[in-house]
């Protein structure tokens, strides 16, 4: 099964509309692959409609494609599926030249190890932070807090401890499950700074402004960060007992 955009659109999609918002959804909106088995080509995504959140679960690893989404839609080619199928659909199509690449150092190597998937998801998030569009308020310093707007007005915070190198954290969907320790918005706002007059010259003189408390994505776990150490744990009281 070769799931290409126009299989999607005239074998999946209820209607052309249903597939036109499908896309603006898979290139726009809020949407995380929560899991994801190359091997059986299964995938589960979340995403954020208009009545609440949805899963949608995708089966590819047949000759037909098996989808179900919990939202409200009275069909099976529901925007939500589409926008999914895009993406699974992408994801596959780098899994396969990389497997193709590495097949031609062993044939019977057909497995992605856990970096380069995790480089693959990450290249992802790259071209997305590329071409998608977003609005940026940016905060009072480069370092600290920023707002970012998609493209469908969702707004989202993110957090820089050190915009020079772009790590902080986003209280998006796709930060807080991705175990990547980055999402597109952050991409796109370290991007937008970084082009700013006086970026490098003025983040020597700045100073992370307040202990930060957060989730991080990487370890799946809270932690803490204040300018001179990142630490977790029982350590997280003895900063806090500076200031209470």
Known sequence: MNL???FIRQQIADSDIIFRRGQHIYRHGAMVLRDID???KQFVYAMDGNYGDYTIDLDLDR??????CDCPYPGDGCKHTVAALLDASNILD??????????????DDDCLSAEEIRELALEDRKMRARKEIFTVVAGDMFTGEHLV???NGRQYIVTLHDPANGTGHCNCPDYLTNRLGICKHMLHLVDFLGK?????QQIEKERFPFIDIYWDSISDRP???RASTRVGGKAVQNQLADYF
């Open 149 to 151: 707007e998609t493209a």
């Open 4 to 6: 290409t955009s126009d």
């Open 196 to 200: 700013q007059k006086g970026f490098s």
């Open 38 to 40: 190359l091997g059986t």
């Open 223 to 225: 932690r803490s960060f």
């Open 94 to 107: 780098k899994w396969k030249t990389a497997v193709a690449d590495k097949a031609i150092g062993d044939p």
């Open 63 to 68: 000759d037909t494609v098996t989808t179900a």
